[in-house]
């Protein structure tokens, strides 16, 4: 039973940054793909970014230079960087894991970027 935390979200001016954190109870080594989507008030939940476990990302169009994901085995944790915050960058942010048998996700942490 694998479960995956997120962490990290809140409040934050924008041009502000916060960095969001995804803890695997289990090995995060049970994943091969993680990423992270958001879901915004009255729009469809969609990908942010995805990492391998090699190190291989991809970004939506809407974060390139601006947001980065990345691994940190040691802590058993994705993160998401995210710079330059914009208002329409406040959603609930979630965690997935992609294993080779399903995929997990997380509870969601919501990120509000407002003046």
């Known amino acids: 039973q694998v479960q995956l935390v997120e962490s990290g979200g809140g409040l934050v001016q924008p041009g502000g940054s916060l960095r969001l954190s995804c803890a695997a109870s289990?090995?995060?080594?049970?994943?091969?793909?993680m990423g992270w989507y958001r879901q915004a008030p009255g729009k469809q939940r969609e990908l942010v970014a995805t990492?391998?476990?090699?190190?291989?990302?991809n970004y939506a169009d809407s974060v390139k230079g601006r947001f980065t994901i990345s691994l940190d085995l040691g802590k058993n944790t994705v993160l998401l960087q995210m710079n330059s915050l914009k208002p329409e960058d406040t959603a609930v942010y979630y965690c997935k894991g992609q294993r080779t048998t399903g995929v997990d996700w997380g509870q969601g942490t919501q990120v509000t970027v407002s003046s």
């Open positions: 289990g090995s995060i080594y049970s994943f091969y793909l």
């Open positions: 990492i391998t476990r090699g190190g291989s990302t």
